[in-house]
């Protein structure tokens, strides 16, 4: 079975702290992405890589950056953190495209984000 | 514009009571259709998919879904509700060449007992 890992279950910051979310996965897929979950917007795409270096803006990147160094880890950067950054942060992997039967994502636990 | 609808933000039912919870899509090539379940304070987990041949398409936990291309709708459905369902329901689409998923906003579902 895929495992997706993130780093933290909960985390608490600061407004302005730095803030690094981890992301592994253990099915060496290509594909890694990064959404926010806030209630009645659904799943919002932040980032998403696919090959290592290799990075694409999702919907909604502004105050985020990513880094992909290995194929396995993903990692999501709050530059500054701000409030408005609260929300339950989820990563998921996938095969790349020209492998893939059916592009389903397969999911980390998730890391819930409280900036105060 | 590609796109998932979930008419529905809540749906309840009675346990033991078939559910039903709606998706339609809009897409200009052949969808592969998704459905995921999101238990609280947890990540979302595949349930099950269309991509094609049959349009009944069975997965986890007893759920299945019908893709109907004259509808645009792939409906997730259960002929006898759990109050262990009770959960979150997420859409996805893949129009097909393409890394990333097309989200609709989620069902909460509710079975009381």
């Known amino acids: 079975d895929v495992k997706v890992t993130q780093s933290s279950r909960y985390l608490v910051k600061r407004t302005g702290e730095k803030v690094f979310l981890e992301c592994v996965q253990d099915m060496d897929h290509e594909n890694m992405f990064w959404y926010r979950q806030d209630p009645g917007l659904g799943l919002r795409l932040i980032y998403f890589s696919y090959d290592v270096k290799m990075k694409e803006k999702g919907d909604i990147p502004e105050g985020y950056s990513v880094s992909r160094e290995k194929k396995e880890r993903f990692s999501l950067i709050l530059e500054s953190a701000s409030t408005n950054q609260t929300s339950m942060y989820l990563c998921?992997?996938?095969?790349?495209?020209?492998?893939?039967?059916?592009?389903?994502?397969?999911f980390g636990p998730g890391t819930r984000l409280t900036v105060t | 514009a590609q796109s998932v609808a979930q008419p529905e933000d809540q749906v309840n039912v009675a346990e033991g009571n078939p559910l039903t919870v709606k998706c339609t899509y809009s897409v200009s090539g052949n969808p592969y259709l998704f459905w995921y379940v999101q238990y609280p304070n947890r990540g979302l987990q595949f349930l099950l998919k269309y991509i094609t041949g049959d349009n009944l398409v069975k997965g986890s936990y007893g759920f299945e879904a019908e893709f109907n291309k004259s509808q645009t709708s792939f409906h997730l459905k259960k002929p006898s509700a759990l109050v262990s369902d009770s959960a979150l329901y997420f859409c996805?689409?893949?129009?097909?060449?393409?890394?990333?998923?097309?989200w609709g906003l989620g069902t909460s579902l509710a079975v009381n007992p």
């Open positions: 998921a992997s996938s095969l790349p495209v020209s492998m893939a039967s059916s592009y389903e994502q397969y």
């Open positions: 996805a689409l893949n129009a097909g060449n393409n890394r990333k998923l097309i």
